[in-house]
């Protein structure tokens, strides 16, 4: 709304200063830059309001108990699903050295048994 008035004064003095009235189109257009310049200023302050009413909601949602809950369930899954990985993992690594052991075993029975 100050926008537009600023650009209405603005219009206002530019036609002052076709009927040639110096003075009065040197202040009206003094007066409508400051508030085009205070309307703006206006739209940014509105627009850094919403921002920080953004912020503080988004805030606000991420600490909710909700949330704090599901962060919490999420961190147990995936703790478990890591655990169990860890798990299918150790018994691969001990599957595969016993039989690697039963093996070297078999060739060292094998090569007792050819030797007698």
């Known amino acids: 709304m100050l926008v537009i008035f600023a650009f209405a ?19 009206l257009s003094q007066f409508s830059a400051i508030v085009l310049l205070s309307g703006f200023s206006l739209i940014c302050l509105l627009g850094l ?43 691969k690594r001990v599957l595969y050295f016993n039989r690697l052991q039963r093996k070297r075993l078999l060739r060292q029975n094998d090569k007792k048994s050819t030797v007698l």
């Open 49 to 91: 309001g919403l921002l920080a009413k953004l912020i503080v909601n988004a805030l606000t949602a991420y600490f909710s108990a909700h949330r704090r809950f599901e962060r919490r369930l999420l961190f147990y899954l995936h703790s478990r699903y890591r655990l169990e990985r860890l798990y299918q993992l150790r018994t």
């Open 9 to 27: 004064g603005l219009l206002t003095a530019t036609v002052v200063n076709e009927l040639e009235i110096v003075g009065l189109a040197e202040q």
